[in-house]
């Protein structure tokens, strides 16, 4: 089974249709209809039992209320790997159906599983929503921040052959991961940039601990007890990176400018915004994404300067939400130019 994340539906191939209700939507599970006749023959018993455990399954991962009780009483990672299991995701690669194409990710865990689901489900959305509706083929987007392509993968398919993605990612394993992605894909329309973006050119101090995202702002107090590590799979590091002043990378390397942008730096989006200025007031860029990390913002850096910085771009239409995340909240910022600046 796969999620139809246009039409908002889990779709699998083995079922007749039938409606469920995922907290308080109802949706519905597509048909695979190739021969009737044979569907028809084959379907038993057990067929029936399993589908109707997948959707079960289904409805309860999603239900808040399950969610919790899952917690309380320690079954969580369980209930995540038969979750995994049920859904298809039995040789650690999951698939998404975003309408005209799929997408397929490699995944570590069963909560690896999830939580990348969950980037075009709940989590992302917003940004995904946005960046699937402009993007078309020939486009260009430039993606600061790429992690493991849950962006740049979609991205790619949606501007097609004559497009082109630019991946900005510094940090080794989710280059690495990026990579794979990609060649899991078949997709050969992406520039990986190995690289940090600032407003300045220097070197930076990759840092992560506990398990939270590397960024080039929390560094550590115990800083000069981290580990520095060529290949940071640990739960806590330090990587040294090249920085570099974004609007002096796109002249330098020839790049188009791009139509949509993301950025997701971890407290760094200032830095990124004011080195990419040039880049992002031309009119041909027309919309920005743009995660705000509060909790990790430098001193003397706000949300609303940040907000204000965009505004002064020629971003006009721009729409602000509130993420919650497992460490603290985020600000999701679309935004968008007036046509009439085109």
């Known amino acids: 089974m796969e999620f139809n994340y246009v039409s908002g539906v889990f779709v699998s191939r083995r079922l007749p249709s039938l409606p469920i209700c995922l907290g308080t939507a109802a949706v519905f599970v597509e048909p ?126 949606a501007v097609g052959g004559r497009g082109l993605v630019i991946a900005v990612e510094p940090e080794l394993s989710a280059c690495e991961q990026l990579e794979a992605n990609l060649r899991l894909n078949g997709i050969s329309n992406v520039r990986i940039l190995r690289i940090a973006l600032g407003d300045e050119c220097k070197e930076g101090r990759l840092s992560w601990e506990d398990d939270s995202c590397p960024s080039l702002v929390h560094v550590s107090a115990q800083d000069q007890e981290i580990q520095l590590i060529a290949s940071p799979n640990a739960s806590s590091g330090l990587q040294l990176v090249s920085v570099e002043v974004g609007d002096q990378l796109m002249d330098r390397e020839r790049l188009p400018i791009p139509k949509a942008v993301k950025i997701d730096v971890e407290g760094y989006e200032f830095n990124v915004i004011r080195g990419l200025s040039r880049t992002l007031r031309n009119a041909s860029c027309r919309l920005l994404c743009c995660e705000i990390h509060p909790t990790f913002l430098p001193g003397g850096t706000t949300s609303g300067l940040i907000i204000e910085e965009v505004k002064s771009l020629g971003f006009t239409d721009i729409v602000l939400r509130d993420r919650p995340g497992w460490m603290c909240t985020q600000i999701h910022m679309v935004a968008r130019k007036d046509h009439a600046q085109a």
């Open 32 to 157: 695979y209809w190739g021969n009737i006749m044979e569907v028809e023959e084959r379907t038993s018993w057990l067929t029936v039992a399993l589908a109707r455990t997948e959707r079960v399954l289904r409805e309860f991962s999603y239900n808040p209320v399950i969610r919790g009780m899952s917690r309380g009483l320690h079954l969580s990672n369980t209930l995540l790997r038969c979750y995994q299991w049920l859904t298809g995701g039995r040789h650690n690669i999951l698939r998404v159906n975003l309408g005209s194409f799929d997408v397929l990710f490699h995944v570590h865990s069963a909560l690896d599983y999830r939580m990348t689901e969950q980037y075009f489900v709940t989590y992302e959305r917003d940004f995904a929503d946005a960046l699937l509706c402009s993007l078309a083929e020939g486009d260009v987007f430039l993606d600061v921040g790429s992690n493991r392509g849950q962006f740049t993968v979609p991205a790619a398919k």
